[in-house]
């Protein structure tokens, strides 16, 4: 049985691509694509049809990692097809539990941070759409610590 995750950020154009790149990248490399698969969604429709932001594609792509999916919406049937849902702000997370219709739907959403060694009561994983450079490398490398923590806990569970 497959272990579906999806990734969920605003416009899912940066932050929730990266993730969903970085986690089946690691799920890849430890040998365990029959065990698990990536997905991401954006909770708005601003960006639906669109390939990541470029600042984003470059970034991930100085770490061995191609965004090559398009940006699509949320929809509430994705509770039904993903079995993890994690959100990478507490925004995002607010959201998906709004459009939640069920306890069961509830227990599915996480947020990205909390499998952060280092967020240090910080539970978003900031947005870097108007930032520069650094912040596009300083997401990856939150994205990526939470990425193997959440792939460790749920190998644990």
Request: charged share 30%; proline share 3%; with cysteine.
């Amino acid at each position: 049985m497959i272990t579906k995750v999806l990734f969920v950020c605003l416009g899912n154009i940066c932050r929730s691509p990266l993730a969903e790149g970085v986690f089946q990248y690691l799920v890849d490399e430890r040998s365990l694509s029959d065990k698990y698969r990536a997905h991401s969604a954006g909770t708005s429709n601003w960006h639906v049809g669109e390939l990541a932001d470029p600042r984003m594609r470059k970034t991930a792509r100085s770490h061995n990692i191609e965004l090559a999916g398009r940006a699509r919406q949320f929809n509430v049937v994705d509770f039904d097809h993903f079995d993890v849902i994690v959100a990478m702000d507490c925004r995002n997370r607010e959201d998906l539990l709004r459009l939640a219709r069920s306890e069961t739907d509830r227990q599915k959403v996480r947020i990205m941070r909390d499998y952060d060694v280092q967020a240090d009561g910080d539970l978003d994983v900031p947005d870097p759409y108007y930032s520069g450079s650094l912040g596009f490398e300083n997401v990856y490398h939150i994205i990526r610590r939470s990425s193997k923590s959440l792939l460790q806990t749920l190998e644990n569970a």
